[in-house]
Structures are given as C-alpha cells and as structure tokens.
C-alpha cells in the first residue's frame, strides 16, 4: 500500500457538497489497491460523523470506512443541539487545519473523498429547528437523565446529515455506546436506508479510551482518569450483577474520582438496567467528572451469577 499523502475534498455549503457528491456519484470506480474489481467493497459511499478535534479513534473510523466502501465522506461540525447549559460548546476543541492533515495521512481519506465542515447556519438555515427527533426510551436514561435533550440532538443532527450526505454506511464508535444503540434504533424505526456500523472503542497506551475532552485533563486528571478503564477491568471479573457495579463504583472512588454520575449494567440492545436474575452479556457504563472534564467509557461483561 502507498504511504503516501493526498488531500481530500474540503466544502462548507450544501451546494459544494451536492457538487462534490455527483462526482463521486459519476466516478463510482472501487479503489481496488491491486485487488481485482470483483472484490469491491460492499458498500458506493461510507460517512464518519465527527465534531472535529480529531484524534486516533477517529481515523479508525475513517480506515474502517475505506474497507467498507468505495467512497468516504467526514463530516466535521460542532452541533450544539446536543450540548446542554453549561457545558462546553464555547471552549470544544476546533483545529479543522489540523483534522484536515490528520485525514490526508496515508491509507485515509483520498482526492476523490469529501470533508464537509458546515458552520451553523448551512446545518439550521432557519436557526434551532422546531421539529427534531425524539430518542424516547432509549434517550430517557443514564446520558439523558445527565444531560436532557442530549440523544435528541445527536438523533436530530445525524438523520440531517445522513440526508445530505447520502451514505449506504455510516460509521460510529463504540465509546459513545448509548448513542450508537439510538442511532441503531433510530435507522429501523424510521426506516432510513443506511446501515449502521459500530467500530471498536480505542485505547490510548495506559488504557485510557480516546476522546476530544481528553485535551482538557491536566497531568494529575489524567492519573485519576485512569480510573475509568481500572474499573471496567477489575468490574469484568466479577460474576454477579451487583458485584460487577459494586467493583466498578469502588474502584473509580479508590482513583480519587468522587463525582460519579453512573455506574450503569444494562442490556445492550435496550440499555434497561439489568436485575440479579439476568444471564448473559451485558454492557457496563461509566460516566464521571475529572477536575472539569466529564468523560465516559464503557466496556461488556458477562453476568453469569
């Protein structure tokens, strides 16, 4: 494979971007990489959804995209639907120079790829939308119950984009595991044609899972923050529900993190708590503040007492 760097196709407007999307339509040539044309990928046009401030995660996503399809859109927009008071809209890391040069690496993103990075009026020409999606249920707990409207947001943003771009695939890590699973359920239950690929949650070296928010942690966060991928560890050993909760909440306290907002096992298809009678695999969920900076990460367990 060539280690060589190219540089994909920037546009802002919804009109660059039908532009940039026709030609991709009218090339639709699979890149083969010495592969013979029968073993094209499966899928015309894949898009990664990110809200800039890229790190490693991210590019898996975006590797994982060229497997998968012919075609790669990144879309790169801060949505502040999805931020609630408070919170970090205003100071959320922005480097698209940067995410740009991250993107034309080598084995990435192509001339004939797109990066759309829409400002705020091409995304809600007519300012915060009246009609959104409801993430119901699912968007009712853990994320929801901490950040109301949140999942509503994500919902809202994805299925617009998932419109303007018009992928067959659309890529998604597993770090941010509830919204992936509303995403999932979004997709069957308004029937949008796209099929919804959930990618590996990535680890930095000590453990710690990759995030934008991670630029945030001083020296001295970051050893608490360790915390987080201590638990799942630890919790993972355990058989039983209560003990696999209990493990995890000890732990994050033992790292000096005292401001836990959940320690959740739930099932991972319909993120309902799951009771002392449940066998099977479950998914933990953490989400926690260190110093300033909220972070979440999750990992599955199996629950077999």
């Not at 502040?80 to 922005?94: K, M, N, T, V």
């Not at 900076?293 to 199996?302: G, H, Q, Y």
């Amino acid at each position: 494979m060539s280690t060589q760097t190219t540089t994909p196709t920037l546009v802002h407007t919804r009109e660059e971007l039908a532009a940039a999307l026709a030609v991709q339509d009218v090339q639709a040539v699979p890149r083969s990489e010495g592969r013979a044309a029968h073993t094209a990928r499966p899928h015309r046009r894949a898009v990664v959804m990110t809200m800039g401030a890229l790190h490693a995660g991210h590019l898996s996503l975006v590797a994982k995209a060229r497997e998968l399809a012919d075609a790669v859109v990144v879309t790169i927009f801060v949505n502040p639907l999805q931020f609630g008071a408070g919170e970090d809209l205003s100071r959320y890391p922005r480097d698209l120079h940067g995410d740009l040069a991250l993107l034309s690496g080598p084995g990435l993103l192509g001339p004939d790829d797109i990066v759309f990075a829409p400002d705020q009026s091409v995304i809600y020409p007519d300012g915060e939308p009246i009609v959104r999606v409801a993430a119901g249920a699912i968007g009712d707990a853990l994320e929801g119950a901490h950040r109301p409207g949140h999942l509503d947001g994500v919902l809202t943003v994805v299925l617009k984009l998932m419109h303007l771009t018009r992928p067959d695939v659309a890529l998604f890590g597993r770090k941010d595991a509830q919204q992936l699973a509303a995403v999932r359920r979004m997709v069957r239950d308004l029937d949008v044609p796209v099929v919804v690929h959930g990618a590996p949650l990535v680890r930095d070296e000590d453990g710690l899972a990759l995030s934008s928010r991670n630029a945030y942690l001083s020296a001295d966060d970051r050893r608490r923050a360790l915390g987080l991928s201590q638990a799942l560890t630890l919790a993972a050993r355990e058989h039983a529900a209560d003990a696999i909760r209990s493990t995890a909440l000890d732990t994050l306290q033992a790292a000096g993190i005292d401001e836990v907002d959940y320690v959740a096992l739930v099932e991972p298809a319909t993120f309902t708590e799951v009771d002392a009678s449940y066998r099977g695999e479950a998914l933990l969920l953490l989400a926690a503040h260190v110093g300033s900076t909220r972070l979440i990460d999750n990992a599955p367990v199996e629950v077999s007492a």
